[in-house]
Antibody, heavy 124, light 108 residues
Framework: QVQLVESGGGLVKPGGSLRLSCVASGFNLSDHYMIWIRQAPGKGLEWLAYISTSGNYKLHADSLLGRFAVSRDNARNSLLLQMTSLTAEDTAVYYC?????????????????WGQGTMVTVSS | DVQLTQSPSTLSASVGDRISITCRASRSVSNWLAWYQQKAGRAPKLLIYHSSTLETGVPSRFSGSGSGTEFTLTISSLQPDDIATYYCQEYESYSPWTFGQGTRVEVK
């Protein structure tokens, strides 16, 4: 079964750090661009970052001001998001997702598999 | 960065109605546009990619159209199961990605 499972969320104090993980099963993570997205309570979806299949190319949202860093460990079929200098505005459900373009595909096509999300709460 | 503006923000319609949601981009994104459905408390689900290609398993009452800066998601016959918030999203390579602000669909 194709699946993504996030972990690492929780309660953290302002200024703190947190590392989120996303483990893939049922497919080779190394075949897909991977993405992080978040959703603050009652708000819309916000794209955070994506990373190429090899990890050589990454792009983060400007709004993050360099505080977050995406990485991947293809050997462990996992995606990571290191978050630092957290503020209350970072409180959200964090989702990982894969782009549907896999092995043999030549162009990105949208996020076809999503994790269930992990909640991050930044509060003193 | 591209800005995506969806309209309307909320849509109320009856079962069986044909409804459309518009997504306008601040500059051309060619056809690098997807549509997602998100039900309360759930992760989003991909409906349409490349502006008009239906994702496998998505009912044929959903369709997408457009290119460049104006896109439309249409539900040909609204069903109770379609109550959700719908988002457009652009995904150009080597550029930041963006979501629209969402359109909430309610059934009268």
């Amino acid at each position: 079964q194709v699946q993504l499972v996030e972990s690492g969320g929780g309660l953290v104090k302002p200024g703190g750090s947190l590392r989120l993980s996303c483990v893939a099963s049922g497919f080779n993570l190394s075949d897909h661009y991977m993405i992080w997205i978040r959703q603050a309570p009652g708000k819309g979806l916000e794209w955070l970052a994506y990373i190429s299949t090899s990890g050589n190319y990454k792009l983060h949202a400007d709004s993050l001001l360099g505080r977050f860093a995406v990485s991947r460990d293809n050997a462990r079929n996992s995606l990571l998001l290191q978050m630092t200098s957290l503020t209350a505005e970072d409180t959200a459900v964090y989702y990982c997702a894969r782009d549907g373009c896999g092995a043999g595909c030549s162009s990105l096509y949208g996020m076809d598999v999503w994790g269930q999300g992990t909640m991050v709460t930044v509060s003193s | 960065d591209v800005q995506l503006t969806q309209s309307p923000s909320t849509l109320s319609a009856s079962v069986g109605d044909r409804i459309s949601i518009t997504c306008r981009a601040s500059r051309s994104v060619s056809n690098w546009l997807a549509w997602y459905q998100q039900k309360a408390g759930r992760a989003p689900k991909l409906l349409i990619y490349h502006s008009s290609t239906l994702e496998t398993g998505v009912p044929s009452r959903f369709s997408g159209s457009g290119s460049g800066t104006e896109f439309t998601l249409t539900i040909s016959s609204l069903q109770p199961d379609d109550i959700a918030t719908y988002y457009c999203q652009e995904y150009e390579s080597y550029s930041p990605w963006t979501f629209g602000q969402g359109t909430r669909v309610e059934v009268k």
